[in-house]
């Protein structure tokens, strides 16, 4: 069996703190993760330029973003384009359908950021199209604002034909793999099988709490805002502080 953290921010994210380079080196050596998705707000560039690097690292990356539907947001995975942020649920899901990706439900009914409802996730699926892209729901969130929903969303999971889906949505290095999924196989065809065979299980392996992401994530917040972030020059060598703009 595989494991997999499909919900993953770096500094190419707003509120992302990590570089790309620093989560390939952490996912290495600090976790049993197969698999990773990197998926920022609105944006996949940073996605496309960890999947150039991440055979350097030795690790498999999904080319993602989280989208801003109209409805709330949307992880948006397998795309290799930015998806147009504001439009309907159903509208974004058939658009990254077109582009050969997968969708699945980031933190349903969460509060704190913009959240699809389970009447929004239902009424989806009654369209056979939307139903065949958007094949799963985070059952499991593992940001520090969202984990008071997961008892909501792992039911509506449970109540419908998808994928159940464990995700850190990290924004700093250490919660990554707080949430992963696991999955029969090893690599990122494999994965994407499972969720379509709605063959998937959550797993929490961590709680975050606000004593571990609220110093790291505002440390590494003010450094990123002067150019400066934890990365990583080689894959051999160690993570250090280090001007932003010379590395990804
Ligand atoms: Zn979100
Ligand atoms: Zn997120």
């Known amino acids: 069996m595989g494991f997999a953290d499909l919900h993953i921010h770096s500094t190419y994210s707003w509120d992302g703190t990590a570089t790309l380079s620093a989560i390939l080196k952490y996912v290495v050596e600090k976790t049993d993760l197969d698999v990773i998705a990197i998926t920022d ?13 991440a055979h350097h690292y030795g690790i498999e990356v999904i080319t993602g973003s989280e989208v801003s539907t109209a409805e709330g ?3 948006a995975l397998y795309i290799r384009e930015k998806i ?28 704190g950021s913009p959240s699809l409802s389970d009447e929004a996730i239902r009424n989806a699926l009654k369209y056979p199209d939307v ?3 958007l094949v799963g729901i985070e059952a ?10 997961n008892f909501l969303a792992t039911a509506l999971a449970e109540s419908l034909p998808v994928a159940s889906v464990a995700n850190s949505d990290s924004h700093i290095l250490q919660t990554i793999g707080f949430g992963k999924t696991e999955f029969e196989g090893k690599t990122a065809f494999d994965l994407r099988r499972a969720l379509e065979a709605r063959q998937t299980r959550p797993i929490c392996t961590r709680h975050a709490t606000p004593w571990l992401v609220i110093p790291s994530w505002l440390e590494f917040f003010l450094l990123k805002k002067f150019g400066w972030v934890r990365w990583n020059p080689h894959p051999l060598q160690p993570m250090r502080l280090g001007r932003a703009k010379m590395v990804i």
């Open 41 to 53: 707000h609105d944006e996949v560039i940073g996605a496309l330029r960890a999947e150039q690097i």
């Open 73 to 75: 947001h949307l992880l």
């Open 84 to 111: 147009p942020v504001g439009m309907s649920l159903i509208d974004t899901v058939r658009y990254v359908g077109k582009l050969g990706g997968l969708c699945i439900a980031a933190h349903p009914m969460a509060a």
């Open 131 to 133: 139903a065949k892209v």
């Open 140 to 149: 499991i969130n593992g940001g520090l604002f969202h984990q008071g929903s």
